[in-house]
């Protein structure tokens, strides 16, 4: 039976390279399919992994019908054997709807790929809805982990290195951009929060210490 399987994580834990492999496997099987994305990192269009793979993708907009976009696919001749839906956080509930009933009117396999909390450990609207929705929720076994080398289970959004916890829920950004740039870091929920990121981390390690240190 066709299935909607949601695959979640934190940043950095390899989401976008499963899609990519999923795709890739498919495909070689001489599989048709259609890959929905929004808010690449690489860019309009575009479906990318940190490891450097990319591929093209529907890119989705405010308000598209994505069923309809299927339909309307099938209804020119073309083939859709299975709908992958990368950065699926960023998609509207109603849009999460619409690609259940690509599984169910259609009888498609459709494989969402996102981040189930954003950098205030709110849950993003398409991803509740994905987990209202999914006949199968996984999460990713590619474990991000904090700069401390714990496991890594909240994304933080930073500021010139400083967490910050107030703000618009979708900011794109990256985990590899500069640091005085608005960015993200994977932190443990201790690290999470206490707000202190890789960089508060140095700064504090370097500070000098509180309680002056004497000989007894």
Same mark, same amino acid.
């Given at each position: ?12 834990? +390899? ?144 500021? +010139? ?5 107030? +703000? ?49």
């Amino acid at each position: 039976m066709p299935e909607l399987v949601f695959f979640s994580g934190t940043m950095d834990c +390899g989401k976008s390279t499963l899609a990519l492999q999923i795709e890739h496997n498919r495909s070689a099987r001489g599989l048709a399919g259609m890959i929905f994305t929004r808010d690449d990192r690489a860019g309009e269009g575009k479906l990318s992994s940190r490891l450097g793979l990319v591929t093209d993708a529907v890119e989705v907009a405010d308000g598209q019908d994505l069923y309809a976009h299927v339909v309307d696919h099938l209804s020119r001749g073309g083939r859709v054997d299975y709908v992958i839906a990368d950065e699926a956080q960023f998609l509207a509930p109603d849009q999460i709807d619409q690609l259940a009933r690509v599984v169910d009117d259609l009888d498609v396999d459709v494989y969402a790929f996102g981040i189930t909390t954003d950098f205030r450990s709110k849950l993003f609207p398409g991803s509740q809805r994905l987990v209202e929705l999914a006949d199968r929720v996984e999460v990713l076994q590619v474990e991000a982990l904090c700069w401390c080398g714990a496991r890594a289970t909240h994304n933080a959004r930073t500021v +010139g290195g400083v967490m910050v916890v107030e +703000g618009a829920q979708v900011v794109v950004g990256d985990v590899d951009r500069s640091a005085d740039e608005i960015g993200y870091e994977v932190l443990c929920r201790r690290h999470h929060r206490r707000r202190m990121t890789s960089a508060s981390a140095r700064a504090a390690a370097l500070s000098p210490d509180v309680l002056p240190v004497t000989a007894t």
